[in-house]
């Protein structure tokens, strides 16, 4: 037996001031534990270097060796006010020093830290989750998982003009957790410490050190071209990298690190690949050449060039071509957010002032001690006495000077302490079909349209005016998009660096709607966008409390034709009492014209469920109280030609119609089709008896095709579901909860609703008790987790086919936006897929729901396969995007991804494995009786026929 070393220092959870406090190294063998050190660390946190027993050096250089080439330790820490720490799977290798920093967290801070702060595997463990057991588990490297980088991508990475425009080092990335899609923890390290950590996830520190080298210098260089090419930001995600090897390559939170990769990143993490010719960092791709090939470099060859004698340049470009060199940048800073060029002081003046003042106040809302400023947008002493404030806060130089290590540390805290989605509106979906106006169904807003839709963007618009933005000019929303509106469009296209056509398509509307969230949390922080603002407003009342009620009313007016548009100008006039009087006479409330608590909740209910998107089967739509016929337009229309075209699926006798929102004769055609095949009159046009028989008609079509069963994919909402809670989120926890209570006795179904009551409390009490989670009867963070895992594992025994099963057969017909159904989540799963190629695809739930978002993947590989860019999935289409998922899985499908992505959930009584094919196991020996605690409730325990997966 060969031996290693292993050097551990202990940190505060901010990494700032050392530690002293006691180490245990441990190993377990068969459940028994077969040694044990114990050290202790001195007054610098530092422990004394230790020498372990590893497995012979030789089995790390030999690529047929099965062996596992290392000796795993598990280290225990312990300090006086800190959490403890179990880190299980450290690495040692013969003749190699490894190193593992260990963050200690306060225990006056533990229990206030959300789950999301550490990895997704950082869990109380063995039944400690009253001492704040912080745990980690080191998985094997990914060599030996059949590693690969994400695959080489493909497209143009962004239609907007590159905010990167040139390549320097950024002082931190911040990693996703998993999947870009997954709703998995980010962690913001420096860019080093970044290198270091994939380096010694992904290879072994007895290789070479050319070879160790060139794996390096292919880490950086993958890493710089996702910062600089603002991969994952311009599909709108909030990191820069996964760790997930599908997409990215691999990082594992909490890990150990070899001191001889971290003197080379030391060295070199400034140095990229490049091609001769180009600035720009390559997209190193590479895998472990052994179990997995691909395109780019074989990291087991790197191995035999060495020995052979190549230099790190010369085995780079063995892989990746002769006309590829190194390129070294001093340009080491933080990620540029918007700094403005030059320093800010006492007497600077214009927007940049203004966004640091704005960002210095929300700072201010968690740090008290810094004064609320004017947005005034005019650096004058008080701006400079509150940044001195943040300065000393955080160990800055003192001077009010808002320099480039200032800018970037206020943008840096403003993020962090921000909490983005404390804003919880039902806000506006993109239009899939915009207005009344003749271009209807095209899917933009633009000059003409009219519509409630057209009202969110003017209130978006107005607010981002009135609040931050002068450079955009105020206008007054009232529904029509006339010239006004398209001058303030421009002009917010502008400000934010998007193509200026006065037109509102996707990335307009996303942009919009983001800065107007940032805008109104930044106003309301803890608060959210449907918040009764505590006081009535009456005639007389003014402000954005009164433009927010008049914006709901306006946009129900295009829904409830007895509700008078009116204009949302922010003044409670004559007109909005005459609305608010129709609203509430509309439904049920005494009309007395003025908008308390009781009109506000029922206002903004109603306005929010017109606009969510809902999860369930749906409620059959409100007849449009109007009979359709040719020359007939709208949404009414647009859903009559959508269920009949579903209808068609089923009924050859019914001819499909064009989607257009047009009532034409095609359209006429096809009703009076539907009319003869289900005897109705056939009129060829849609009264209220044919409107209904067509939607039954339609919801019967469509339960065959999975709509009952569809793949729900919800994140935590950041805010808890509690006794009180009425939302959407309600709804889905409940749906998780009775989709696991259906294989688990110890569970009982409750209604599905969007109210949780007192009976859906007593549920999740149970279901807290039986998984060893903290039992509050609150859906928070972690138990929001453990439900959604366990959702999907049942789902997933229950519905083998389907999500990403891979054995969807093609569909039978075209699929388009509202189409949904099996077909569909796999369509998404495949168009996921394929996102790590394609920078213009981005992923999304597999939610079984043909989006607005399915169809804007759909047109990108239209385009880039030169197909009709329609966005619609024709089964030539169908059939295109299924050979390419094919043809890049197949290169890639060798072996499994390593690590991150999977989770198994254990609780008393059995286990849901999601690795090994998704099974229910038991857990407990023999049956248990549950025990009764005292008020009646039952404790934890087994409680279930000897859980046994016959009783399940």
Known sequence: MEQGTLFIKLLSAEGAFPVPGSIVISQTENGKRIFELKIETDSDGLAPVVTLDAPDRSISLDPESTEIPYAAYDVEATAAEYAPVLIEGVQVYSGVESYLPISMIPVFSAGDLSPDAFTSDTRSVSGAADQQLVHYTIPQPALTAASASGPQPRGVCSSQPLVLDKVFIPEYITVHLGKPQSYNANETVSFPYYIKN??????????????????IYAQISLALNRVFTEWYPSKGYSFNITNSTQYDQYYVSGRNIFTNISRIVDEIFNTYLRRMGDFAPYYAEYCNGTSVTCSGMSQWGTVTLANQGLTPIQILRHYYGSNFELATTTDIRSIPSSYPGTPLRIGSTGNSVRIMQRQLNRIGKNYPNIPQLALDGVYGPGTADAVKIFQRQFNLTADGVVGKKTWYKISYIYVAVKKMAELVSESEPYPDNSGNSSGSGTGTLRQGAVGSEVAAVQYYLSYLARTFYPSIPVIVPDGIFGPDTTSAVRAFQRTFGLSVDGIVGPATWGTLEKQFEIAYDDN?????????PGIVLREGSRGLRVQQMQFYLLSLHYSY???PRIRADGIYGPNTTAAVRAFQRTFGLAADGAVGLITWTEL????SQQNARILVDEEIPAYPDRILS???????????QTYLNVISRKYGSISPSTRSGLYGAGTEASVQLFQREFSLPETGRVDED?????YSEYQKTLLPEHLETRFINVGYPDFPVKVGSTNIYVRTALYYYDMIAAFDPLLRPVPITETFDLEDRAAILEFQRTRGIPATGIVDAETWAVLYNQYYAVYRILYPDSTDAGRVTAPYETLYPGSTGIAVEQLQVMLNTLSAYYCNVVPEDVSGVYTVTTESNVFVLQQALELPMTGETDPVTWAAITALYNSVSSARSSGSEAGGDLYTVQYPCRTIDMVRGVTLTATCPEPTAPAVQEGGEKASGCGCCACSPDCL
Request: net charge negative.
């Open 198 to 215: 994939v380096c010694s996830s992904e290879i072994y520190p007895t290789w070479p050190e050319n070879a160790l080298r060139a794996n």
């Open 561 to 563: 034709s007895d509700i």
């Open 690 to 694: 044919t409107w209904d028989g067509i």
């Open 604 to 607: 903004y209910s109603v306005y």
């Open 524 to 532: 309301n922080p803890n608060s959210y966008f449907g918040a009764y």
């Open 630 to 640: 040719v020359g007939s337009s709208g949404r009414s229309v647009l859903g009559v």
